[in-house]
């Protein structure tokens, strides 16, 4: 695994996600935890092009270690690094609802991350 500050992130910002996050900000029916179960859900779709499958398969059994122990920061901070553009969409006071997404989607799908 490489080290944090080696790691290569994700480019670009999914237009599924970009939507996602459009809804989320007019504060319709659709929040942001909306948008983090959508990017949790495509995670193994997403790999950064630095990186190969087996290593983003490790990653994200990272991110599983994370997400069991609750670790908001870690979670939050996994994705920030990994998929910075995205993140920026998520504004901080709507980061925990994000994280509600997170979680939601690994508890009702494990075999996506």
Known sequence: MRSEA?????????????????????GGSLGYDHAGRELTRHLHNLIPDDLGFEEWESECKSLCTLIQKRDDDAVEQWFVSRYPRCL????????????????????????VI
């Open 6 to 26: 080696s790691f290569c992130a994700f480019r670009g910002v999914p237009t599924f996600f970009r939507a996602c996050c459009a809804a989320a900000s007019t």
């Open 88 to 111: 920026a969409l998520v504004p901080k006071r709507r980061r925990a609802a994000f994280l509600q997404g997170v979680y939601w989607m690994a508890n009702q799908q494990r075999e």
